[in-house]
């Protein structure tokens, strides 16, 4: 049975605990899942990229 979707794990290191708690509170704040957060900033760079290139 193949998968359906792709699992990627994040981590933060020790000296980016703040880094970690700004973007949990982010989430909470925009009422977004992290992996939400992390594609629509994906997308968005991905398109600037896409601007630059042409």
Same mark, same amino acid.
């Given at each position: 049975?193949?998968?359906? #979707? &792709? ?10 605990? *703040? ?11 925009? #009422? &977004? ?10 997308? *968005? ?10």
């Amino acid at each position: 049975m193949s998968r359906t #979707n &792709i699992q990627k794990c994040m981590s933060f290191g020790m000296n980016e605990e *703040e880094l970690y708690e700004w973007f949990v509170g982010y989430c909470k704040e925009q #009422n &977004i899942s992290h992996s939400s957060y992390l594609k629509n900033k994906i997308r *968005e760079d991905r398109n600037k990229s896409k601007l630059v290139s042409v």
